[in-house]
T-cell receptor, first 113, second 113 residues
Framework: GPKVLQIPSHQIIDMGQMVTLNCDPVSNHLYFYWYKQILGQQMEFLVN????????KSKLFKDQFSVERPDGSYFTLKIQPTALEDSAVYFC???????????FGAGTRLSVL | GDSVTQTEGPVTLSEGTSLTVNCSYE??????LFWYVQYPGEGPQLLFKVPKANEKGSNRGFEATYNKEATSFHLQKASVQESDSAVYYCAPPSVGDNSKLIWGLGTSLVVNP
């Protein structure tokens, strides 16, 4: 089936530094999402993105977070600066249409030290 | 606002026994309903979806009926296998924003051989 690729699978970073998580969504999908999952806890919506713009973001999407997809390349989540509480697995997802089936990547485990 | 409530996990079963994971939702409209499954170390993936009220969806022996009157979408399987061990999410989309799914806490299922 369709695949979403996330790079890297694990990132270790010192608190205060910047990190960029990369996502290669399914090629003909139009909607892109980031979710955060702390170990053993529920999947939490961060943001969705369509037509070059953030459509909706949750209260977890702090001012230090930003997303973009320049020229149809990777869909990225940037955190600058990172904080200890940002440690989690971040999942990227994409869908062809809004409200349609989401296809998830395997996640990027972010460890902020 | 829209919300979803699932059976609290973990649910521990022996192989060959039956499974029911309750899912109740609150929404003012009747969107497509989804069940996703997340295996250890992976992102969630679609188990099946049901676009219309009072219809049934199924996949890999799992099934659920979209009960419009009871606002329920309970997941059932007659005979579970060890390979079914995973976290199951009932995810009705947020009606206010069709591109964002509401995620419940998920129900962790452990099937012992």
């Amino acid at each position: 089936g369709p695949k979403v690729l996330q790079i890297p699978s694990h990132q270790i970073i010192d608190m205060g530094q910047m990190v960029t998580l990369n996502c290669d969504p399914v090629s003909n999908h139009l909607y892109f999402y980031w979710y955060k999952q702390i170990l053993g806890q529920q999947m939490e919506f961060l943001v969705n993105f369509y037509n070059g713009k953030v459509m909706e973001k949750s209260k977890l999407f702090k001012d230090q977070f930003s997303v973009e997809r320049p020229d149809g390349s990777y869909f990225t989540l940037k955190i600058q600066p990172t904080a200890l509480e940002d440690s989690a697995v971040y999942f990227c997802a994409s869908s062809r249409l809004g409200g349609d089936t989401l296809y998830f990547g395997a996640g990027t485990r972010l460890s902020v030290l | 606002g829209d919300s979803v409530t699932q059976t609290e996990g973990p649910v521990t079963l022996s192989e060959g026994t039956s499974l029911t994971v309750n899912c109740s939702y609150e929404t003012k409209q009747y969107p497509t309903l989804f069940w996703y499954v997340q295996y250890p170390g992976e992102g969630p993936q679609l188990l099946f979806k049901v676009p219309k009220a009072n219809e049934k969806g199924s996949n890999r022996g799992f099934e659920a009926t979209y009960n419009k009157e009871a606002t329920s979408f309970h997941l059932q399987k007659a005979s579970v296998q060890e390979s079914d061990s995973a976290v199951y999410y009932c995810a009705p989309p947020s009606v206010g924003d069709n591109s964002k799914l509401i995620w419940g806490l998920g129900t962790s299922l452990v099937v012992n051989p």
